[in-house]
């Protein structure tokens, strides 16, 4: 009997190459180093709400910038890893950040696991997925990241907060590459 299996569709985008290593590691890396003064300014802020002094920062306008930050994080991760459908994975990826953020904020009950994990929910759709490339081994990957800082956070607090905007899509490069490595093992095996 016939397989009734539909071929399963490529990733990479027609007649495009593969994201070469480089070119995804640079989106990651700008992307993640126009996130980390979005990420301090949320904290500041987020801090500034639960003090009682009168030198502390101005809340509203410290997290206001940090959220305003968010979009333009995902619209470099998209675009400099080339991204087919660029805008509405940029869309996309602000939803899924909303979504997985505010709950796991409040799951933790802490505001940096939830901005570790819903950054790297919306870095899985909007960084570029090519054939090999699973949502699957992304979102475990950004699973692991969350559970390290909220684990951290409650141990060595200063290094899940100095690694926390660092964290997300570093683990999503992370788990494209063993992605990567896996099946260029399965394809020396044939």
């Known amino acids: ?45 987020v801090v500034s709400t639960a003090s009682d002094k009168r030198a502390a ?12 930050l968010v979009p333009f994080v995902f619209i470099v991760l998209a675009f400099l890893s080339g991204h087919p459908r660029a805008p509405g994975a940029v869309l996309r990826a602000m939803g899924l950040a909303l979504l997985v953020g505010i709950p796991a904020s409040a799951l933790a009950a802490d505001a ?3 901005l570790v994990a819903g950054m790297g929910a ?22 692991l990241v969350a559970a390290w800082t909220f684990l951290t956070l409650r141990t060595v607090a200063p290094v899940a907060l100095l ?22 093992r399965e394809i020396e095996r044939r």
């Open 1 to 45: 009997m016939p397989s009734m299996a539909k071929p399963r569709r490529s990733l990479t985008p027609a007649g495009a190459e593969p994201l070469s290593p480089p070119k995804k590691w640079r989106a990651i890396t700008l992307a993640t180093l126009l996130w980390v003064p979005g990420y301090w300014s949320i904290l500041v802020g």
């Open 57 to 68: 920062p101005e809340a509203g306008l410290m997290m206001a910038f940090g959220l305003c």
């Open 112 to 114: 940096v696991t939830g």
């Open 122 to 143: 919306g870095g899985i759709a909007a960084l570029r997925r090519d054939d090999g490339h699973e949502i699957k081994s992304r979102a475990l990957a950004v699973l």
């Open 163 to 184: 690694l926390g905007p660092i964290l997300p899509f570093t683990a999503i490069g992370v788990a494209d590459h063993l992605s990567d490595r896996r099946r260029e």
